[in-house]
């Protein structure tokens, strides 16, 4: 081959390389307000399904391939077993319990895949032989997929909240280190 044929497939080749690929540098796409209400609304289905002890409910709100990590981090794959587990939850420790919804910020973060993170409140367990499940402030991280045009809980994760380290955000902190506690 001649020399302007080899550098013309050169460029060629070279150009598949350095170009960018569009979905990576776009920015995600806005949410419409419908869509916005819709994850508000599964969101606090949960909550809603949660307070009424309603597992049918509940793993409405789910895909099928639902993957859960509770905050002990029992890991839950499925739409069965994530129903199995709130089930023998709901006989159990959290019969009668009720939670509700602080906060939520929902944000795109694909077409038709939505975060939400939430601040949540769960109370403690009326029976006395579980007096070991005290309430707890919790972040629960939602990762939402709309398919066939509905929103569902794709993934879910939820942490307690430590109180006592909850204002030390290290993002917040001025120096190196964990800062020390203010009374000494």
């Not at 569009?22 to 508000?40: F, I, K, V």
Request: proline share 5%; with cysteine.
């Amino acid at each position: 081959m001649n020399r302007t044929v080899l550098a013309t497939l050169a460029v060629i080749a070279l150009s598949g390389c350095t170009t960018r690929d569009s979905a990576m540098t776009n920015t995600p796409p806005a949410l419409s307000a419908d869509d916005e209400s819709a994850l508000r609304a599964l969101v606090n289905g949960f909550a809603n399904a949660w307070n009424q002890h309603d597992m049918n409910a509940m793993h409405e709100l789910d895909t099928e391939d639902v993957e859960w990590i509770n905050v002990v981090g029992h890991y839950w794959r499925g739409k069965v077993n994530v129903y199995k587990g709130h089930t023998a939850i709901h006989n159990g420790m959290s019969a009668g319990t009720s939670m509700s919804v602080e906060s939520a910020t929902i944000r795109s973060i694909a077409p038709s895949v939505a975060i939400a993170v939430a601040t949540m409140h769960f109370g403690a367990s009326p029976d006395p032989r579980y007096a070991w499940a005290v309430g707890a402030k919790t972040r629960g991280s939602f990762t939402m997929v709309k398919r066939n045009g509905i929103w569902k809980i794709a993934h879910f994760q939820n942490t307690v909240i430590d109180p006592k380290a909850e204002n030390q955000d290290a993002t917040k902190w001025e120096g190196p280190g964990y800062p020390l506690p203010r009374d000494r």
